[in-house]
């Protein structure tokens, strides 16, 4: 049975989704839990590799298990044996060649800043801190720019491995929550650190630090230096995930 579950996670205490040697991980926990219920060792297939201390409202894994279980069975037994930070929301069986990774269309993620002089400790390892009052309008109409189809290496971290840096963004843009300023982007796919190096350029044109109007040049320039900071992972969520089809 290949059987996809739904999840929700607060990624502080873990290094991303994906299994590591010498740190724990979303995969690790999941998968240890996936032994208990079923007594099978598994490897279970995520729709993406979070980094550390990112987290997920909306989170896709299958895996495949010789043992048929009730959907409801499977949700309530990992979650007695997953940790508190992790949870599981639903379960369903899907076709044997389902992979959460490469059945997947498009993924939409969030990051979260909030605007105020003091910090928030309520907000601590959820929301980045910025003291001054964010312009969600400006950031909004510069986030924009993002769409489309585009060579997003100049919002790229170095070194990462990839075949090609083209990726197509399908929406785009800024809102406001009371305090918290939201950035959201929804592609085809995202290179390592794009969403937080996209929310940098934005807090960054925001601050006055980048000209406004510039990201189409900054995209078309390739250049990394170009772009605003890597804005640190605890603002960072993965809040959708469409599949093919959907």
Known sequence: ??????????????????????????????????????????????????????????????FHAEKERPMDTVVSGLNFYLPDDIC??????????????????????????????????????????CKHRLDEKLMDQEAKSFIGKHDFTAFCAAGAAVRSNVRTVKNAG???????????VEADGFLYNMVRIMAGTL?????????????????????????????PPEGLYLNKVIFKGE
Request: include cysteine; charge should be neutral; glycine fraction near 6%.
């Open 174 to 184: 800024v809102f406001r929550e009371n305090d918290k300023v939201i950035y959201f």
């Open 203 to 231: 807090l960054y044109i925001d601050e006055g630090k980048i000209e406004r109007g510039s990201i189409p040049s900054i995209i078309c320039s390739k250049d990394r230096l170009l772009a605003g900071k890597t804005v």
């Open 88 to 129: 599981v929301t639903g379960c369903e069986i899907v076709p044997d060649d389902f992979n959460a990774r490469f059945s997947c269309d498009t993924k939409e993620y969030h990051y979260v800043f909030y605007d105020s002089p003091v910090r928030n400790p309520f907000y601590l390892n959820r929301a980045a801190h």
């Open 1 to 62: 049975m290949n059987y996809l579950l739904t999840m929700l996670f607060d990624g502080t205490a873990y290094h991303g989704w994906q299994r590591q040697d010498n740190a724990v991980t979303v995969q690790e926990k999941l998968e240890d839990a996936v032994f208990q219920l079923f007594g099978q060792r598994v490897s279970a297939t995520g729709c993406s590799r979070t980094d550390a201390g990112v987290h997920a409202k909306c989170f896709k894994a299958n």
